[in-house]
């Protein structure tokens, strides 16, 4: 195998050896082969790029049994953050580079969906120059809770392993936040086995997008909600019906003014931050479905500023973690107004940043530019992505999350924006059109292509004619696409799959035990072609449910309106640089 010079690397370098220039006139004139190629890391890169790195060898080695060496390193003074560039240097180095660590992450990982886009799975263009740079700091995604589907559409159904692959999706996507609703207003003290085990498991996921994915999450709850009678407890957490009980006076419910209530509110929350230390923010909504009639917006700030002092005491990075208020309807006596700007102003004067907003409403966002505050708020445009509640079905919303970037862009210096889903795996296009649309323009096409490629890059048009269905009247093409689909996938040929397809799930017929809560729906079928596309885009196909929805989710619908370094890598295959 070739060895790589001793020089100084800027970037990730992935250079080709001589011995390999025979391998690179087998391919096309114009295509570089990466088979044998050497590959460079520093010892101190983030342990996420690692991670990359580590995908990117087995990639490469896979296919001809090459053990390349590897090796990373990043650009601050040439690159902003998450800032990369990926070119080819002197017609035989590849250069991946990034301003910070995670822009150097997303030139591996974009590098890793180029080699698996050309036609021998090795290769990439000789005059390769990609330089991309992010709109936003901070592109979130919110993986909302409540609703039962069926598995996998339904967050809650999902395994701990599912959760992990599906950060491994958003990560790919370049989305780097995570927002989830844990549910601990499902959990009272003292804590049950199975509730421990429940926190332990999300201190392990937090972990692992810290670790795996340089991912940030955030934890949301409501500011006065606690499912604390006994015959709440006494169920599994799995049988906990939140609708049955959040709205309830003297169950759910809690009287922030009561000093009983407010100190079992702070109680349960002492236990998360006690046992799920290692969370990027925490943060409370200030209305639905908490809040308290007659209840002054102090009393919200009160709770905000007393979390604070108990992350302060818990955390394990506590001058780093975030508190921020999820801004919705509002909390007080006053006209929505009157309580948003009390609420925000009592924020800002109570609780001791870090601290950012999450805004609903143009109010919202007047509030915190007045605030000075807006590289701590993110848009939240909640119901665009994804309605809630909603069926387990999509439509493409790209003309509506445009027009939310054209709101965005009359504040200038805004944190960037996060987008609510109840159905990931089926809200793949508009998640992937918000997150690219935080890095530049992107057109309906382009998007869908780009999505396409990044899961079956062979049939990347025919996946995206399907998907464009979903703007079109008429079922006759949408059924047409459907059978073709079909077809590829009952004929079991080998496919190479892109770089967010490696990461699919399901993969087995079953759901194992899960982290959040198990899905207990009957299942009510629902044969579609949307549901068929989806379910032509994870090969072991049988493993899909049909698109349904269960029994208790059309209760829990109709309730609500009615109340409304992370990967090892063997040291004999990688040689690590010191700086």
């Known amino acids: 195998m070739g060895r790589i010079r001793k020089r100084r690397l800027t970037a990730v370098g992935v250079e080709v050896p001589n011995e390999n220039a025979a391998a690179r006139s087998m391919n096309q004139p114009n295509d570089i082969s990466l088979q044998g190629a050497t590959i460079v890391v520093a010892e101190d890169e983030a342990s996420y790029v690692h991670h990359a790195v580590g995908e990117l060898r087995r990639q490469i080695s896979s296919t001809d049994g090459a053990q390349p060496e590897i090796a990373v390193r990043t650009v601050p003074r040439e690159l902003g953050p998450g800032e990369f560039v990926l070119r080819v240097e002197h017609g035989r180095t590849i250069v991946a580079a990034g301003g910070d660590s995670m822009g ?123 499912l604390d009678q006994p015959e709440v407890k006494r169920l599994p957490m799995e049988q906990r019906d939140y609708y049955a009980y959040a709205h309830m006076e003297g169950g759910g419910l809690k009287n922030p003014a009561n000093p009983k209530a407010r100190a079992a509110l702070l109680a349960n929350r002492e236990e998360l931050y006690r046992r799920v230390p290692n969370a990027d923010g925490y943060g409370y909504i200030d209305s639905d479905p908490g809040g308290w009639i007659g209840s002054p917006s102090s009393e919200f700030v009160d709770l905000l500023a007393a979390n604070r002092a108990l992350l302060d005491r818990h955390h394990e990075r506590p001058k780093e973690v975030e508190l921020f208020h999820w801004a919705l309807a509002g909390w007080g006596t006053g006209t929505p107004m ?152 009952k004929e079991k040929k080998s496919s190479r799959l892109g770089t967010l397809a490696q990461w699919r799930f399901p993969t087995r017929s079953k759901s194992s035990p899960t982290w959040s809560r198990c899905c207990t729906s009957t299942p009510g079928r629902s044969r579609c072609a949307k549901a068929r596309t989806l379910a032509w885009s994870n090969p072991s196909r049988a493993s899909w449910p049909r698109c349904s929805i269960g029994k208790s989710g059309t209760d829990s619908s109709a309730r609500t309106r009615q109340t409304r370094r992370s990967s090892t890598i063997s040291s004999s295959t990688v040689r690590i640089v010191k700086p």
């Not at 332990?200 to 909600?225: C, F, M, Q, T």
């Open 104 to 226: 150097t992450n997303y030139a591996v990982m974009q590098l890793r969906q180029l080699l698996t886009e050309s036609e021998s799975g090795l290769s990439i263009p000789a005059d390769l120059n990609v330089h991309e740079r992010p709109r936003y700091p901070t592109r979130g995604l919110y993986l909302h809770q409540h609703w039962r589907y069926n598995h996998p559409y339904a967050t809650w159904s999902w395994s701990v392993e599912d959760w992990k692959r599906a950060l491994d999706m958003v990560a790919c996507m370049r989305i780097n936040l995570v927002m989830i609703w844990p549910h601990m207003d499902m959990i009272a003290p003292p804590l049950s086995e199975a509730e421990r085990k429940h926190l332990s498991d999300l201190r392990e996921l937090i972990d692992y997008a810290h670790r795996a994915r340089g991912l940030k999450i955030w934890l949301v709850e409501p500011a006065n909600v606690l």
């Open 338 to 489: 009157e309580n948003w700007r009390a609420t925000m102003n009592g924020v800002v004067r109570q609780v001791r940043p870090p601290r950012a907003f999450l805004a609903c409403f143009a109010p919202h966002i007047e509030i915190t530019k007045e605030l000075d505050h807006l590289p701590q708020t993110l848009l939240f445009p909640y119901g665009v992505i994804d309605g809630e509640p909603s069926l387990p079905l999509t439509a493409l919303r790209f003309d509506q999350l445009q027009r939310a970037f054209q709101f965005m862009g009359n504040y200038e210096g805004m944190a960037g924006i996060i987008g609510n889903v109840q159905t990931f795996l089926i809200q793949l296009p508009n998640i992937f059109y918000t997150s690219r649309s935080c890095w530049g323009s992107i057109g309906d096409r382009e998007a869908l292509l780009s999505l396409a490629r990044l899961l079956f890059p062979g049939n990347a048009e025919l996946l995206a004619d399907a998907w464009a269905q979903l703007h079109k009247t008429g079922s006759a093409a949408a059924h047409t696409i459907a059978e073709r689909l079909d077809t590829i996938s």
